[in-house]
């Protein structure tokens, strides 16, 4: 059916499905039903509202009935708010969002605040962002497409996600992030298959994640698999500067490498770091290990590092085991040693500060003796 005013839901109504309908020009929804809704093929087409046009309340009634919202295959354009939102602390099973196209609000395309089945959704020429991730952990999304969109692409808000193909790659290019943390949050997300907008013309941001020097919180990060397709395109981007395998060649026989970029914000007590390896390590043994390293050019400060503190005789708390510093310009090898004196599984770290226009690159092949 057709509606050019809002459909009248009673707010404790059961059972409610809409399908194939057509939305214009005013609000969705008389009320946003705090039992399950369904809705399906429809579009929602310049409509006004509160907050999103599909507002899904937050209630323990999910729970009890077993049954959330889903909202499937639904174009939400135009909106004179934001598209769809998924509350906070929704109990019970999860809503579904899935096919869905929120593009053109003056809000947010999508808000996701809760756990929820979030797969095959498009966000384009949104106001206040595309997609945004908020106060969730762990939660894993499927083919995204966040485009075209004002403040940034995808939003992590103290959020902590897994993205299974990404696609940012606004046609004629934006220099907005596609990826952010905003001011005053945290956030981390995984993505793998990520097709970006690598373009200069507007210069690429691939993401905004914070300053801890000006303020913003520390530890946000996104490492990204598989870059536009290519199984060896790795990279990890975080507010200390970026770590790549992309592009990247090792010593001979090594087969994978490390690149290190840090940015003004990695300091000697908060370098850029990557976790190079594990290693099994007996009781009472010296465990020597070796890498290849090299640094572009003089300036960074860089080492091998094994923290101190978390293995029975390796170290302490805040005095680390770290190797000779690192400074050649061409591959040399590098070894760091330790014995701790219980079994333990020991990881290794490469770190590197002190310069924002240089480089460090480790490699294999590690040489291990015990």
Request: hydrophobic content about 35%.
């Given at each position: 059916?057709?509606?050019?005013?809002?459909?009248?839901?009673?707010?404790?109504?059961?059972?409610y499905?809409?399908?194939?309908?057509g939305?214009?020009?005013?609000?969705?929804?008389?009320?946003?039903?705090?039992?399950?809704?369904?809705?399906?093929?429809?579009?929602?087409?310049?409509?006004?509202?509160?907050?999103?046009?599909?507002?899904?309340?937050?209630?323990?009634?999910?729970?009890?009935?077993?049954?959330?919202?889903?909202?499937?295959?639904?174009?939400?354009?135009?909106?004179?708010?934001?598209?769809?939102k998924?509350?906070?602390?929704?109990?019970?099973?999860?809503?579904?969002?899935?096919?869905?196209?929120?593009?053109?609000?003056?809000?947010?395309?999508?808000?996701?605040?809760?756990?929820?089945?979030?797969?095959?959704?498009?966000?384009?020429?949104?106001?206040?962002?595309?997609?945004?991730?908020?106060?969730?952990?762990?939660?894993?999304?499927?083919?995204?497409?966040?485009?075209?969109n004002?403040?940034?692409?995808?939003?992590?808000?103290?959020?902590?996600?897994?993205?299974?193909?990404?696609?940012?790659?606004?046609?004629?290019?934006?220099?907005?992030?596609?990826?952010?943390?905003?001011?005053?949050?945290?956030?981390?997300?995984?993505?793998?298959?990520?097709?970006?907008?690598?373009?200069?013309?507007?210069?690429?941001?691939?993401?905004?994640?914070?300053?801890?020097?000006?303020?913003?919180?520390?530890?946000?990060?996104?490492?990204s698999?598989?870059e536009?397709?290519?199984?060896?395109?790795?990279?990890?981007?975080?507010?200390?500067?970026?770590?790549?395998t992309?592009?990247?060649?090792?010593?001979?026989?090594?087969?994978?490498a490390?690149?290190?970029?840090?940015?003004?914000?990695?300091?000697?007590?908060?370098?850029?770091?990557?976790?190079?390896?594990?290693?099994?390590?007996?009781?009472?043994?010296?465990?020597?290990?070796?890498?290849?390293?090299?640094?572009?050019?003089?300036?960074p400060?860089?080492?091998?590092?094994?923290?101190?503190?978390?293995?029975?005789?390796?170290?302490?708390?805040?005095t680390?085991?770290?190797?000779?510093?690192?400074?050649?310009t061409?591959?040399?090898?590098?070894?760091?040693?330790?014995?701790?004196?219980?079994?333990?599984?020991?990881?290794?770290?490469?770190?590197?500060?002190?310069?924002?226009?240089?480089?460090?690159v480790?490699?294999?092949?590690?040489?291990?003796?015990?």
């Open positions: 059916g057709h509606a050019a005013f809002p459909l009248g839901l009673v707010a404790t109504g059961f059972g499905t809409v399908n194939n309908s939305f214009a020009g005013t609000g969705s929804f008389s009320n946003m039903p705090t039992r399950a809704v369904t809705v399906a093929g429809s579009n929602f087409i310049n409509c006004t509202g509160t907050t999103a046009i599909l507002n899904i309340p937050a209630t323990g009634n999910y729970a009890t009935d077993n049954k959330n919202w889903s909202i499937t295959n639904t174009k939400v354009w135009g909106a004179a708010v934001g598209g769809i998924v509350p906070p602390f929704v109990a019970g099973a999860p809503a579904t969002v899935t096919g869905c196209d929120c593009s053109g609000s003056t809000g947010l395309g999508f808000d996701i605040q809760s756990p929820c089945n979030f797969r095959s959704n498009t966000a384009e020429g949104n106001s206040l962002g595309g997609i945004n991730f908020q106060s969730i952990q762990g939660m894993a999304s499927y083919t995204l497409t966040a485009r075209g004002t403040v940034g692409e995808i939003l992590l808000n103290n959020a902590d996600v897994e993205i299974y193909g990404l696609d940012t790659n606004t046609v004629g290019g934006s220099a907005v992030p596609q990826i952010m943390v905003p001011g005053s949050a945290a956030g981390r997300a995984v993505v793998y298959n990520w097709t970006q907008y690598t373009g200069g013309a507007p210069a690429k941001v691939l993401t905004s994640l914070g300053s801890p020097g000006s303020g913003r919180t520390a530890g946000n990060s996104v490492s698999q598989k536009g397709g290519v199984a060896g395109n790795n990279t990890t981007y975080s507010d200390f500067g970026t770590v790549t992309t592009g990247v060649v090792g010593q001979p026989g090594s087969g994978i490390w690149k290190l970029s840090p940015d003004a914000d990695a300091l000697s007590g908060s370098p850029l770091s990557i976790n190079v390896g594990k290693i099994a390590c007996p009781a009472n043994v010296p465990t020597t290990v070796k890498y290849w390293a090299k640094l572009s050019a003089a300036g400060t860089a080492r091998l590092r094994v923290p101190g503190g978390r293995y029975a005789g390796v170290g302490s708390p805040g680390d085991v770290v190797s000779a510093a690192i400074t050649g061409t591959f040399a090898q590098v070894s760091v040693t330790f014995t701790p004196t219980e079994y333990a599984v020991v990881d290794i770290f490469a770190d590197v500060w002190g310069s924002s226009t240089q480089n460090l480790v490699s294999g092949p590690v040489v291990l003796s015990q």
